[in-house]
């Protein structure tokens, strides 16, 4: 990709995960398919930025990036080019020039060291297992509790072509892959997330055929605060309800119940409502609590006749306190 990726997403090289995270969303809400539809140059435009956060939001991508610059893709698939501090170059020479530096192919040196151990079997090379990449994905408590799906746009690892996965081509290091046994395409598929996620769950995909595992973090809410499958919210209520007693309705994240509190409910108190909180990402059909705390509201701008009364109250205690 032309451009330098900390450009593409306008963020300095030492922004930390946080920065690059808050950047890609940013400019993949401006840029995104969706919202320009026809906009000249906005798809590859997406495209740069997506490409930049994959590589700047994974730490081992970034440090090779930041070390090999263009080339990183290279080095990713060869191997770092410096080993205990010396640069080691590698050349195919033909078979005269073979034989002018070691002597005869036939016997010596080289037969005995690769000639197989007898009674062994020997095997032809296996073909090489992609490893599963990682992708970050911010859900909101609602579809954390639902349960959600993603586009992925990912950079796979599919097999490479030159060697079928193998990595040697005619008992030598394929040069198409350079012996990895598989080359990087991107990857597009739509995924599935289940209900019950929380923060750090980590959900394994397959969006077409390649591996990705998906470390969940869930939005904070501004109703609920959540703690394992258990949730939490407050309510507020009237002092008089309170005292008196009285049915209040209770949101939840699919829709709202009715709690009846009974006479001269405390503030503070809580009431917990079973099945009511979060799905349990082992059971799904089954949920964790909902925790209500009661918030005693005081009545402001009293009238007249509003005092009078809590003044009333006030000696009838201060009376029925004397007489004990």
């Not at 939490?232 to 309800?241: I, N, Q």
């Not at 009715?258 to 349990?280: D, H, I, S």
């Not at 005693?296 to 009078?308: C, G, I, S």
């Amino acid at each position: 990709m032309a451009g330098d990726y900390y450009k593409v997403l306008g963020i300095d090289r030492n922004a930390g995960e946080k920065e690059v995270r808050a950047a890609f969303r940013k400019l993949a809400r401006q840029y995104h398919p969706d919202v320009n539809h026809g906009e000249p140059g906005a798809d590859e435009r997406f495209k740069e930025i997506n490409e930049a956060h994959e590589v700047l939001s994974n730490p081992e991508s970034r440090r090779l990036y930041d070390r090999y610059g263009e080339r990183w893709r290279d080095v990713q698939r060869g191997g770092e080019p410096f080993q205990g501090g010396r640069q080691w170059r590698t050349q195919t020479i033909d078979p005269e020039a073979f034989e002018e530096f070691f002597g005869s192919r036939s016997g010596g040196f080289f037969e005995s060291f690769f000639r197989p151990t007898h009674g062994a079997r020997q095997r032809g090379p296996s073909a090489q297992r992609p490893s599963a990449l990682e992708q970050h994905v911010e859900l909101t408590l609602e579809e954390a509790f639902h349960g959600a799906t993603r586009n992925l746009q990912v950079t796979g690892q599919s097999p490479c072509a030159a060697c079928h996965g193998l990595g040697v081509v005619d008992s030598n290091v394929c040069q198409a892959c350079l012996g990895q046994g598989y080359s990087f395409q991107p990857v597009r598929g739509e995924v599935s997330i289940p209900a019950g996620v929380d923060n750090g769950s980590r959900v394994r995909v397959s969006p077409g055929g390649q591996q990705v595992v998906l470390v969940v973090s869930v939005q904070p809410h501004a109703t609920f605060e959540r703690k394992g499958d258990d949730l939490s919210t407050e309510v507020s209520v009237p002092l008089y309800d309170a005292i008196l007693g009285t049915e209040v309705v209770v949101p939840t994240l699919t829709g709202q119940v009715a709690l009846k509190l009974p006479p001269e409910t405390q503030n503070g108190r809580v009431f917990r409502l079973g099945r009511q909180g979060m799905p349990k990402l082992s059971a799904p059909a089954e949920r964790g609590n909902l925790f209500v705390t009661i918030r005693t509201e005081l009545p402001v701008d009293l009238t007249d006749e509003e005092r009078a009364l809590f003044e009333r109250l006030q000696q009838l205690r201060n009376s029925s306190g004397e007489t004990r």
